[in-house]
């Protein structure tokens, strides 16, 4: 791809012409995974939200969303072209923008009466208006890719070949995995407003590199109220030459500030410092897990340089602990590619009161971001001499298959989920390392990092009341139609119970009311999608797994450990808001299980996985997961009925003899 090197700076100064919402407006612009390019497109005046504080990132973008973009991208010129299009009124905030578009051949109507404003745009669609208007502006198009490493090139329309070819050729398209391109499958607005950021470089009209750095912005609040006092967030932005930066904070007032640190390379960038911090004090140790050799490992502080890693700092009993900087690339359907070999590091250096350590962040190219998650306290924060401590927080390693990013919670992506590449990672709604600090009661770290982590994963809520699963799913289209933005009841029931945990354990109660809205979002969904069995009174149902906002998908599968999940959250919400309307559906749920209970037994001495929608049970079960989510449902079904229930008795007793008999440990008891 060719470089256009221009600054932020440059590129927002030689777009912005109109006084539009700021980016701070939109309450659903972060976390995400297109943070940047969506605060940029606003920024810039080339796009809207769909209201007063909603941007909509993962709604689909539509032909009237692009050709307003373009149009202000041109800055606005004045077009009183007559159209014909009956589909367009006179008010219309795009009517300007269309005239412009038609009269400079950039878009064309369905037919000489029809346009289609809210239609959305394909890919093979957004190529052709970007190509055409590349041409309108007299830039270099010659630049094709053959598109030979894609399948499905051959399904491109005729007349969007020529186009598709050049915007793959200058990254501005790319493959939705490594071997499909989707030409077919339609643009969200944060795909569209993502492609707009890197299109804008080669339609700026002056570069700006050497313009001074403006000052950091930070504003400050409080995030939410512990038990033990206030917690204060602050949020800090500054734009650099060659970097935007970002720092978020979150301050108790025990001491304890966790740090998250972005650097978010605008133009390619030298090696840097992203935060520097000090601990006084004569002695030290830097602890680490090795994941290599399955033990932990330990050495005094000296002077030098670490490599990539999670630390775990102590100076004279007061601790800390640092992620080292990681660096990624952002890619389609809330995506990341993680890049190894430009990791950041730890510097240590001996001082007069202690030790100064800094943040480094590796080169990083055009396009590429690193994040670091820093937690500093003036406290011992983890006794090392408790076994259970080294196994925890072996377990909550951030450097493997789970990630925290500056947006949010990923995890090592599957190959049956699109795009995929070796190295990327999908976000998680689930945010499992988070969860389970949310029960660690007894640990200062815990509460510190996994209330940061949960306060900002909870503003990926959308409209509905759910965290979107942003990644495609290769066997969920397959099997039901479902694209990407669909609903996980297992990943969105344990986050939210987390929430509840953390209001029980930690007197966060004020994150109940997004809870209550998941769980308002769940009776409404289980009672529209689920399978029924039984009559009258004893109706009990098995609510299905997956579903997309979109409505063009087919009835899912029911799985045991997605359903017992579902129903143990009821409960616990019904005592956690004293709602018994929650507790109703949840004993509805239980009585499915009793209704269905003999499909669950394979001959095998397993349970099968799931009830499919062709009234059958199959599956492979996970080894231990659904006997702990049915354990803990028959532990909240007794408490609420003083006694246990026959069916889930039964069903514990089946799958406890089936892992004895398999040697599975690791199961609660």
């Not at 976000?427 to 988070?434: G, V």
């Not at 297992?490 to 119970?497: A, Q």
């Not at 997961?625 to 079904?637: A, I, M, P, V």
């Amino acid at each position: 791809m060719k470089k256009h090197r221009y600054t932020a700076a440059a590129v927002m100064l030689s777009l912005s012409m109109l006084t539009g919402a700021a980016a701070a407006d939109y309450s659903d612009l972060k976390p995400h995974w297109a943070e940047q390019a969506m605060k940029f497109a606003v920024q810039s005046n080339l796009m809207d939200g769909i209201s007063e504080y909603t941007f909509a990132a993962d709604a689909p973008a539509t032909r009237a969303c692009l050709v307003q973009a373009l149009y202000r991208m041109e800055h606005a010129p004045a077009a009183d072209t007559v159209l014909t299009f009956q589909d367009v009124a006179e008010d219309a905030s795009f009517l300007t923008a269309v005239q412009w578009g038609v009269s400079n051949g950039i878009i064309t109507g369905y037919s000489d009466t029809v346009f289609r404003p809210g239609t959305s745009l394909t890919r093979e669609q957004f190529a052709v208006m970007l190509y055409r208007f590349a041409e309108y502006k007299k830039l270099d198009v010659a630049a094709q890719s053959a598109l030979s490493g894609y399948t499905d090139a051959s399904s491109i329309h005729p007349y969007a070949q020529t186009a598709m070819q050049w915007a793959n050729a200058e990254e501005l398209i790319t493959g939705t995995t490594a071997t499909t391109l989707s030409p077919q499958r339609t643009v969200s607005r944060a795909q569209l407003a993502t492609i707009l950021q890197r299109f804008a470089p080669m339609v700026s009209y002056q570069q700006r590199e050497t313009d001074a750095p403006k000052p950091p912005q930070t504003h400050s609040y409080t995030a939410f109220t512990t038990k033990l006092g206030d917690v204060t967030r602050s949020e800090t932005e500054q734009d650099l030459t060659e970097v935007h930066r970002a720092t978020r904070r979150y301050t108790d007032g025990q001491g304890c500030a966790v740090e998250m640190g972005h650097s978010a390379a605008v133009l390619d960038a030298p090696a840097h410092t992203a935060a520097q911090f000090e601990m006084k004090g004569t002695s030290g140790t830097v602890r680490w897990y090795d994941t290599a050799a399955s033990s932990w490992k330990q050495q005094p502080l000296t002077a030098g340089t670490l490599p990539s890693g999670m630390y775990f700092l102590r100076v004279d009993g007061v601790d800390s602990i640092l992620v080292t900087p990681m660096t990624y690339a952002a890619r389609d359907n809330g995506m990341i590619e993680y890049f190894p070999g430009k990791n950041g590091s730890l510097k240590i250096e001996r001082t007069a009161s202690g030790f100064r350590f800094s943040v480094q962040v590796a080169a990083l190219t055009q396009g590429t971001y690193s994040d670091y998650l820093l937690l500093t306290s003036q406290q011992t924060l983890i006794d090392w001499s408790d076994p259970s401590m080294l196994s925890r927080w072996a377990n909550y390693s951030l450097i493997g298959t789970n990630r925290w990013c500056y947006n949010g919670y990923y995890y090592t992506a599957p190959s049956t989920y699109y795009p995929f590449d070796e190295n990327y990672f999908y976000s998680l709604p689930a945010a499992h390392i988070a969860g389970k600090m949310a029960n660690d009661t007894d640990q200062p770290a815990s509460r510190a990092i996994g209330l940061a982590m949960i306060d900002l994963m909870r503003e990926q809520q959308n409209e509905y009341g759910f965290i979107p699963s942003q990644a495609g799913s290769t066997w969920l289209k397959t099997d039901y139609g479902i694209e990407p933005g669909y609903y996980d009841t297992r990943f969105n029931t344990d986050f939210w119970l987390a929430n509840i945990n953390a209001a029980e354990n930690f007197g966060v109660t004020g994150w109940l009311d997004k809870t209550r809205k998941y769980a308002d979002f769940l009776v409404s969904f289980a009672e529209q999608h689920h399978f029924t069995f039984g009559p009258g009174d004893d109706e009990g149902w098995l609510v299905q797994d997956y579903w997309h906002p979109n409505g063009e998908s087919s009835p899912t599968h029911a799985s045991l450990n997605h359903h017992a999940a579902e129903a143990e959250f009821l409960y616990r919400m019904a005592d956690a808001v004293d709602e018994d309307s929650y507790a109703v559906l949840a004993d509805r749920m239980v009585r499915g299980i009793e209704q269905s209970e003999l499909l669950w037994y394979k001959p095998d001495g397993d349970l099968n996985y799931s009830y499919k929608p062709d009234g059958t049970c199959s599956g492979q079960d996970y080894p231990y997961l659904t006997y702990n989510d049915l354990l803990e449902l028959q532990r909240l079904y007794a408490a609420r009925h003083g006694q246990e229930n026959p069916a889930i008795a039964r069903l514990l007793q089946v799958k406890l003899t089936w892992m004895n008999k398999n040697g599975v440990t690791g199961y609660n008891k």
